[in-house]
C-alpha cells in the first residue's frame, strides 16, 4: 500500500473571476430576471400589473376545463359563443393541470389562465389575487367539461386548484353552468348522484345534462359531454338577457 504521504497536492479548479470568493455565480442585482415561460401554455407568467378590465356593455364569461378528453372540444365551444355573440361576449379560460394535456392554450383567441398564474400574481399586501380577480370579472362561469374530480372537489368545499378556488370564492348571485363529462360507471356511480344533488340543490348550478354515445374510451352509456350546440344555446339564452330590451 502506497504512503499517502509520497502523494502529490491536489489541485483544486481555478474558479473563473467572474464568480465570487466562493466560486458561486454573481448576479447583476441592476438586471430584474425576466418571469419564468410556464409550460404548456408557453408564455411568462401573469404578474401583479394584469389587468383585468369590465366592460359595461359586453357579458364576461369564465370557461374553465378540466382533466376529460371532452376539454378537446373547447376550441368549438368558444368558437360557438363567439360566433353566436360576435360584440357582445369577452370569454376568459381557467385550465386545470390535467386539462392541459387535451389542447394547445397558444392556439385559442381568449386568455387562458393556470395555477401558477395564482402565485406568480402575488408576491405582496396588495397585489391581486387571481381567483378573487376572476370571480369578480365574470357575469357567469361554465365548467365544460366537469369531469368527476372537479366534481367531487366542487361539491366537498375543496380549493386546491386556480378552478376550484374561483368556485370555492364564487358569488352564486352570478350564473354558474357545468356540463359533466366522463366515464359511464363514474357517471353511474353513487357518490356522483349526492355530488351532484349538493351541486344543483345547494350550490344552485345548473346543470347541462350528459349524453348517451359511445365513448372515447369504447364503454357505451351515458357520461360523454353535451353537444356543443346544446351548451352554447342553453348558456347564451341567459347572455341574451342580459341584453335584452323589454317594451310594454
Known amino acids: 500500500m502506497a504512503d499517502s504521504s509520497s502523494s502529490p497536492p491536489s489541485k483544486k479548479p481555478k474558479v473563473e ?4 470568493s466562493d466560486g458561486a455565480e454573481q448576479i447583476n442585482p441592476a438586471v430584474p430576471s425576466a418571469p419564468p415561460t410556464l409550460p404548456k401554455v408557453n408564455r411568462p407568467a401573469f404578474g401583479n400589473k394584469h389587468i383585468f378590465k369590465r366592460s359595461s356593455n359586453k357579458f364576461h364569461l369564465l370557461i374553465g376545463v378540466t382533466g376529460s378528453v371532452a376539454t378537446i372540444k373547447l376550441g368549438e365551444v368558444i368558437s ?24 394547445e392554450p397558444s392556439e385559442l383567441p381568449v ?31 361554465l365548467i365544460a367539461p366537469m369531469d368527476a374530480n372537479t366534481l367531487a372537489k366542487v361539491a366537498g368545499g375543496f380549493a386546491d386548484n386556480l378552478l376550484t378556488s374561483v ?10 353552468y357545468f356540463a359533466p363529462a366522463m366515464n359511464t360507471c363514474m357517471w353511474e356511480h353513487p357518490l356522483t348522484y349526492q355530488h ?28 360523454a359531454m353535451a353537444a356543443v350546440p346544446m351548451i352554447v ?5 341567459d347572455i341574451r ?7 310594454s
Open 241 to 247: 338577457n342580459k341584453f335584452a330590451v323589454y317594451s
Open 80 to 103: 360557438g359563443f363567439l360566433a353566436a355573440n360576435p360584440e357582445k361576449l369577452v370569454i376568459k379560460v381557467i385550465a386545470t393541470k390535467s386539462s392541459l394535456h387535451f389542447f
Open 17 to 20: 473571476e467572474a464568480n465570487g
Open 167 to 176: 368556485l370555492r370564492a364564487w358569488d352564486f348571485s352570478k350564473l354558474a
Open 111 to 141: 386568455e387562458v389562465y393556470i395555477d401558477e398564474d395564482e402565485w406568480s400574481m402575488w408576491g405582496n399586501r396588495g397585489d391581486p389575487v387571481l381567483h378573487i380577480e376572476l370571480r369578480k370579472w365574470a357575469d357567469a362561469v
Open 196 to 223: 351532484m344533488k349538493t351541486l344543483k340543490e345547494l350550490l344552485f348550478f345548473k346543470e347541462i345534462p350528459p349524453m348517451e354515445k359511445e365513448l372515447i374510451c369504447g364503454d357505451k352509456g351515458y357520461g
Open 233 to 237: 344555446s342553453i348558456v347564451n339564452a
